[in-house]
């Protein structure tokens, strides 16, 4: 099988570096890549939002499949770009997509199909938002309706924060058209739970869960960014309310999807809060996560392009998915000042130091003429262990990034520390 990776984080370093694992995969190209996916496969030098080039380089190099990483090109349509061309593509079609990039859509159909959440309402002006503020207690939580790479969500705690973050989505377009429309949720608590699944539109496979931390500092503080870390599996999600949310939060989705003439085939991303035995979702993307995929790849036994295939061809057959006892932990390293402004172009040392049975997935790095590799993004990559437990893998992992450096360099330090302190 010859693959094309669409993509250029540490998401699609995991997909490529699990790809090639497989007897049946001979070839993958990865459109852009970075300088992990270079190491590993061939990179092409396309935009993943250049529908045109990518399809032509699909067919060009005779690829059976493409895995679309990024959600910015699924809602431009690329997996039906590259249907109307005949080429097999995993990921959701522009239709399905929609549940990730329109968050009042995704009320919707979770309000259709009775998925807990929290309560909503969808506004386009700041007046009427304010007079429906009024009326609930804070903190709420304000989100631009559409894409905004993980940054969409504002959470408020007076009327004065929701009059700014209304002001900021909904006049000055901060998140440009992503920002026509304002979804104002009641604020929940609990702790958030990433439950991933592949579906090939009726048959649902969930992955093994994961917790990611948003914040971009210890403790929680500080903006919220990409992902900073993650860890699997969190210990208060135990298999049972793994079941539970599949079949309260996912496959009522997949099937309205299908009844709605919206079949939704690929990955289905329910981000949830749980509080005790109680689950409800925060959102739904239409792709695999990151850095959640750098944690649960590393943890999947059983080969992964013929699941992907499989779900592309409406036969994923749940019971050939294998997941690996044990536990995996990642932390992000990160160019100081992400996510606002920071510097590029630093070399990167101690990369040969690190053990091989860590896994050292690129995201924002360069491989520059001279054979260096620089930094070249926000998330600069992240460094995944495995163990026996999770203390194991923490310890693994924490120990090896102490090999890594380079200017300004940033990591948090308690990625899946509230499981072994
Ligand atoms: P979203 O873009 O919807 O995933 O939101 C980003 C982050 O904001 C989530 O991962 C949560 O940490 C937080 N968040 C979003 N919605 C809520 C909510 N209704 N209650 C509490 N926290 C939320
Ligand atoms: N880790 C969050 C996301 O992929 O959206």
């Not at 429906?132 to 959470?155: E, F, S, W």
């Not at 943890?299 to 994923?316: E, F, P, W, Y």
């Not at 536990?327 to 630093?346: F, N, R």
Request: glycine letters at 10%; hydrophobic letters at 45%; a negative charge.
């Amino acid at each position: 099988m010859r693959i094309l990776v669409v993509g250029s984080g540490g998401r699609e370093h995991a997909l490529t570096w699990k790809l090639i694992d497989s007897p049946q995969v001979s070839k993958i190209f990865v459109a852009p890549g970075n300088a992990g996916t270079a190491s590993i496969a061939e990179n092409v030098d396309v935009s993943a939002t250049d529908l045109q080039g990518l399809v032509s380089l699909a067919l060009q190099k005779r690829i059976d499949l493409v895995v679309v990483g990024p959600e910015v090109p699924l809602a431009m349509g690329l997996v039906d770009a590259m249907h109307d061309s005949g080429v097999p593509a995993f990921g959701p079609t522009q239709a399905a997509a929609r549940l990730e990039y329109s968050k009042a859509f995704a009320h919707e159909i979770m309000d259709k199909c009775g998925v807990p959440a929290a309560a909503s309402r969808v506004f386009t002006t700041s007046a009427a938002a304010l007079d429906y503020l009024a009326g609930r207690q804070l903190p709420l939580v304000v989100k631009a309706d559409g894409l905004a790479a993980g940054k969409g969500a504002i959470i408020v705690t007076s009327v004065k924060e929701a009059e700014k973050a209304l002001k900021d989505i909904l006049e000055r377009r901060v998140f440009g058209e992503a920002g026509d429309r304002v979804v104002i949720e009641d604020f929940l608590e609990g702790w958030e739970v990433s439950l991933l699944a592949f579906t090939d539109g009726t048959r649902v496979a969930p992955m093994v869960p994961s917790c990611d931390y948003k914040r971009a500092l210890d403790n929680d503080e500080g903006p919220n960014t990409g992902g900073m870390g993650c860890y699997s599996p969190p210990a208060f999600f135990d298999d049972n309310m793994a079941g539970r949310a599949t079949s309260l939060a996912i496959m009522p989705v997949v099937h309205a999807m299908a009844d709605a003439g919206w079949e939704y085939r690929g990955v289905i991303y329910a981000g949830l809060m749980v509080d005790e035995d109680r689950i409800r979702v925060l959102e739904f993307n239409a792709r695999f996560g990151d850095p959640e995929t750098q944690i649960v790849l590393p943890r999947l036994q059983s080969d992964l392009a013929g699941t992907l295939l499989s779900c592309v061809n409406g036969c994923l057959d749940p019971a050939t998915i294998q997941w690996r006892p044990g536990c995996s932990v990642g932390v992000v390293i990160a160019s100081g000042g992400y996510p606002g402004d920071y510097t590029i172009g630093y070399p990167i040392t101690g990369l040969d130091r690190i053990d091989p049975k860590v896994a050292a997935f690129h995201a924002g790095t360069r491989l520059e003429e001279d054979g260096r590799i620089v930094t070249d993004g926000g998330r600069v990559m992240s460094l995944v262990a495995t163990g026996d437990t999770m203390a194991e893998a923490r310890e693994r992992v924490y120990e090896n990034i102490t090999r890594i450096s380079f200017s300004d360099m940033m990591y948090r330090t308690d990625i899946a520390l509230r499981e072994v302190a």
